[in-house]
Antibody, heavy 117, light 111 residues
Framework: QVQLQESGPGLVKPSETLSLTCTVS????????WSWIRQPAGKGLEWIGR???????NYSPSLKSRVAMSVDTSKNHFSLKLSSVTAADTAVYYC???????????WGQGTLVTVSS | QSVLTQPPSVSGAPGQRVTISCTGS?????????VHWYQHLPGTAPQLLIY???NRPSGVPDRFSGSKSGTSASLAITGLQAEDEADYYC???????????FGGGTKLTVL
């Protein structure tokens, strides 16, 4: 059973860079798409971006200028960096496997990131 | 405002049938991209409920079904149970945005 676990600081200061890591267990990170998705309090799900373990990436147009995703196959984890954060970036951040023909089939439990000074 | 439109809320009594609509456009659902549905309970990870418009992952009860027609899709839940009370999201791909899109979510209340 594939399991995903997000990790990283729960508090980030405005204008700084949010950094999160998603560790994959129970399966290989190779040959799959992996995504980051977030949910601000009281709002819906927002896709941030995806990456293939071969290195290609696609980001949401609304966040593209501030997002970078990377993968470390030796550690079976992938990462998210979101720069120049503001309070609007406060949200629960999820990592997930996909998108694929089967949708997002495995998700992490989510981690709350608060942007505040 | 989400590219995929869902009703903010639906409700039904135990045992009843409810449907949740997901309306898109010619650049997403209407272009032939698959629709997937997720069930989300507060404080937990979203769970894949329906993939590829009308397929259930292993372990999802057959009370849940999906359909797609034109620029819209629907999730139907029959034999409503108290445990079905959750938020439901549709998801697809949009060619104009070149990315994944979600509906705004629908809160299902079991009366």
């Amino acid at each position: 059973q594939v399991q995903l676990q997000e990790s990283g600081p729960g508090l980030v200061k405005p204008s700084e860079t949010l950094s999160l890591t998603c560790t994959v267990s129970g399966g290989s990170i190779s040959s799959s798409y992996w995504s980051w998705i977030r949910q601000p309090a009281g709002k819906g799900l927002e896709w941030i971006g995806r990456m293939y373990t071969g290195g290609s990436t696609n980001y949401s147009p609304s966040l593209k200028s501030r997002v970078a995703m990377s993968v470390d196959t030796s550690k079976n984890h992938f990462s998210l960096k979101l720069s120049s954060v503001t309070a609007a970036d406060t949200a629960v951040y999820y990592c997930a496997r996909g998108p694929a023909a089967e949708g997002f089939d495995y998700w992490g439990q989510g981690t709350l990131v608060t942007v505040s000074s | 405002q989400s590219v995929l439109t869902q009703p903010p809320s639906v409700s039904g009594a135990p045992g009843q049938r409810v449907t949740i609509s997901c309306t898109g456009s010619s650049s997403n659902i209407g272009a032939g991209y698959d629709v997937h549905w997720y069930q989300h309970l507060p404080g937990t990870a979203p769970q894949l409920l329906i993939y590829g418009n009308n397929n259930r992952p292993s372990g999802v009860p057959d009370r849940f079904s999906g359909s797609k027609s034109g620029t819209s899709a629907s999730l139907a839940i029959t034999g409503l149970q108290a445990e079905d009370e959750a938020d439901y999201y549709c998801q697809s791909y949009d060619s104009s945005l070149s990315g994944v899109i979600f509906g705004g979510g629908t809160k299902l209340t079991v009366l």
